[in-house]
């Protein structure tokens, strides 16, 4: 399912990052079914470009890291100079770095909480303070994790970003609330998306049983909780954590 095709984001423009693939990708062919012009940010720029192009429509895509400040600028000042404005962004892009403790590395700590926090935090950053000087507010997406809620063995350094997230989330809709700049999260679970792709059976095994809906869910399903929190169908919402987990850590 693309959405429901209702317009819900008619003369909107939406950045999200990390969409060249996976749950971003998910993200923007729904929006851009619901009337959205859409700004794909991601590492690679050749990836970014297909993306877009298989939307189609008022899509692009821009060579973005999240993690660096004049980049996160500059993906902000394309969207306004291609499209007028920032309406929506969604800080979706994210790398994993599992190990335990014994093992990881300071590297493997630092890029993940630099891409996750960091890069979420200079997008909201960013957005907001465009957002905050438009009449008509603007609605912020932050991807954390359910791992960020229950704490994953392997993933110190992941669920510390995640669980970071939410209380950035909340802080950041405390301060711009008053210009009706709304921000919220999502917590998706087990997604079938390249990030996960490469599971082993066993380890697939033991979080299918741990998961109520008895399955893994589709980057579709997270993107319809997105076109949610980024229509004015949750207009009345903001600092919340919507978990799509089919019930996992419920
Ligand atoms: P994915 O398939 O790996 O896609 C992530 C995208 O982000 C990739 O295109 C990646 O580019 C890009 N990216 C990585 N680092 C970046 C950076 N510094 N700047 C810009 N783009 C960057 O992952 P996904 O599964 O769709 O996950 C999307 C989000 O959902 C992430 O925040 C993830 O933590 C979260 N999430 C996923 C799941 C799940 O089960 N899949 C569950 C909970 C939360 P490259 O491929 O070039 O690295």
Redesign the pocket.
Known sequence: MKGVNMGLLEGRTSII?????????AIAEVFAGEGSRVVI????AS?ADRASKMIGGSTIGVR?????AG?IDALITTAIASFGSVDVLVN?????RDATMRKMTEAQFDDVI???LK?TWLGTRAASAVMRDQDSGGSIIN?????GKVGLLGQTN?SAA?AGIVGLTKAAAKEVGFAGVRVNAI??????????EGMRDDILAARLAEIPLGR??D?SE?AQVALFLASDMSSYMTGAVLEVTGGRHM
């Open positions: 990052t990390g969409a060249a693939q996976g749950i971003g990708f940010g991601d590492l690679d990836a973005c890291d999240v993690a660096d980049d979706n892009a994210g790398i994993t630099s891409v996750h890069g991807m954390s994790s359910i791992s992941y995640k917590q998706p679970g087990l997604i079938r998306t390249p990030m996960t893994v869910g980057p997270v």
